[in-house]
Each structure stands twice: as C-alpha cells, then as structure tokens.
C-alpha cells in the first residue's frame, strides 16, 4: 500500500513540477516572442486555467499522500529532508492558492474585459510566484534526497 501512496504522491509533484518547467521554460518565451498582447493574454488565461485545475489536483494528491506517509512513520525518526519537504511543500501549497485567488482572478477578470495592462500586470505577477514555487519545489526535490 505505502509504495503505491508514494507513486501518487510523486506522481502529482512530477504533474505540477512538469507543468511549471513547461510553463516558465517553453511556452512563455514563446508566446512572448510571437503574438501581441491580447492573443498571447487570452491564451496563457486558457492554458493557466487548465494547468490550474491539474494543480488542483496535485495539491490535494500531494497533500492526503504526504500526510499518510507521514503518520506511517515516527516522525522523531523521520530525516530531516521530510521535514523540510513537508515545510517547502505546504509553502509552495500556499503560494499556489494564492495565485489562484488573487492574481489569477485578476488575469480571468481582466481578460474577459480585455483590459489587456491589467492582464498583463496580473500575468506577470503570476509568472512571478510560478517561479517562486518552481524553485521551491526543487529545494524540496533536494531536500528530499539529500539530507538525511
């Protein structure tokens, strides 16, 4: 049962952690490079809307998995890479449902309304905490396979 909770759990982080790599890496210079503000602001609303709801998802994939391997275990026995896993993840949870419900908001608002500064503005904010969350993800990867 623990190795099949621990292939969700790294299952969701991979989708998430994909899904950022993709975002930051591929597609924003892309679209940056390519298309004017408002084509290049309604897709990024769309793509982001969909990855959203993955991360949705991962997050709570992530969360119920953690948490039981955790109780699994005496966590005074725990390394302490799961602890600063558990920290930096629920961190990075936070930072998402913050992205979610301010930022992103404002991007959906913004867009249907084609106020295409505040779309940006929005956007960019987003981009901002993405990478946050991206960086802190890998702390975590790190953390996870290094410290003991």
Request: proline share 4%; charged share 10%; with cysteine.
């Amino acid at each position: 049962m623990y190795e099949w909770i621990k292939f969700f759990h790294l299952a969701a982080a991979m989708v998430w952690m994909g899904g950022m790599a993709l975002v930051i890496l591929a597609l924003r210079p892309v679209v940056i490079a390519r298309m004017a503000p408002p084509e290049r602001l309604s897709l990024m609303c769309g793509v982001l809307s969909r990855f959203f709801a993955m991360v949705w998802i991962s997050v709570a994939l992530i969360l119920v998995s953690g948490f039981w391997m955790l109780t699994m275990t005496d966590l005074k026995l725990a390394p302490r890479g799961w602890h600063a896993m558990s920290g930096l993840g629920l961190l990075m949870c936070l930072i998402f449902a913050h992205i979610w419900f301010a930022p992103f908001r404002r991007l959906k608002k913004a867009v249907g309304a084609s106020e295409w500064p505040a779309a940006g503005k929005a956007l960019g904010q987003i981009h901002t905490f993405v990478l946050t969350n991206f960086a802190l993800g890998w702390l975590a990867v790190l953390a996870v396979v290094v410290w003991r």
